[in-house]
């Protein structure tokens, strides 16, 4: 599923800003503190991505169930 992709795709970008991160020098401290947002950010819309297709399966299920017991 394509869409699958894209959210391990985002993941993996979290997880490289934050080993970006790790790396950075102590005065670049503020690069550190963008890198890290941007990872959280990430993360987040990938698990809300997640959430909203297993919702999304799920609403698809009672679908298919209420059109077999309609016929």
Known sequence: ???MHD???ARATALVL???AKVVRAEQGSLMFRLNRAADALEGMAALAVRC?????QLEQELRQLRAGAQ
């Open 1 to 3: 599923m394509n869409v």
């Open 18 to 20: 934050r080993a970006t």
């Open 7 to 9: 959210i391990a795709e």
């Open 53 to 57: 297709l297993e919702r999304i399966e």
